[in-house]
């Protein structure tokens, strides 16, 4: 991914006022002290039962123990590299419940690219709604599992980058092999060639998620799209998940209530930041779209002009169980809120 070039726009967004208390409800704390302690602790515990509603469920040492299995298996996956091949296998052999199911499916490609035809594969896994709350549609999360193809011949093994990401995705398939979906149904979508093989621009980048979002327009898989979340570097040890321009504001809105709601508001960035994801070819094409990103990723200094990004530093030690928690956390609340919308 990368930020939209020259479009960087950083704006302070004012602190949200807590309206959770009425000025009736204000006139009788103000009687008395200790009624006033009493309310407000009976105000706080709805939000904190609910902070714990989620916690846990997809286990942030889950993911990060993936991540360290998938860079085991393929630490480097750029096109036509065994290791490219060696993470499509590490990622379907996780799913082996669900293709015997005829529920996985490899979305098989040729891409035209500046480094001559490479074929790409997008790995998809369905989990069908169940249950009486069962809702006619679907919720899509995705991630990008390759490696940057201009960085092949360095140490690039991108923990960060697209492993921690795509081990979210299959921690989530475990959950919901448990728990299959109460509401809309969910699928996961392993992309490939997210990243520009020569330099980013619209014909060199998001080969998978381009020529996924045109396939799903012809069959209308798109039409019945609720929602399409996609995680992005959100391993980095110090999270901060930027408010992407270019998602659907009204998703947005939905990641910072998501956050709010399961104890993690302050790992939400107070800047906006137009980012070009997989996002971006769905967007485009009228889907409701959020990037769950963290674009800022290690320190900016003379060495690291992008800091960890696209470095042969985004190694494991810089990610976290904890982050990865936090990540697990908020897309769980935020099909929870898709659900009700
Ligand atoms: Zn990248």
Known sequence: MTPTPHAQNHVILSAAKNPCISPYLRDLCATSATFAFFLCLFLAAPQNLHAQKSNGKVPGATTYNLTKELLAA????????PGHAAAEKFITSHFAPEEKDHRLEIDSFTASTPAGL?????????????GPAKKDGIIVLGSHYETNYPLKDTAFVGANDGACTSALLIAFGEYFRAHPPVGYSVYLVFFDGEEAVKEWGPSDSLYGSRHLAAKWSQDGTLSKIKALILADMIGDKNLDIDQDANSDPKMVELLKLAAKNTGHASVISKDTTPI??????????????????DYDYGPHDQKHSDGYHHTPEDTLDKISAQSLQTAADLFLELINLVNQR
């Open 74 to 81: 393929a630490p480097k996956r750029f096109y036509g590299s």
């Open 118 to 130: 490479q074929s790409l594969r997008n790995i998809i896994v369905k989990f069908p709604s169940a």
């Open 276 to 293: 070009e994801d997989d996002t971006l070819p769905f967007h485009k094409r009228g889907v409701p779209v959020l990037d769950v990103i």
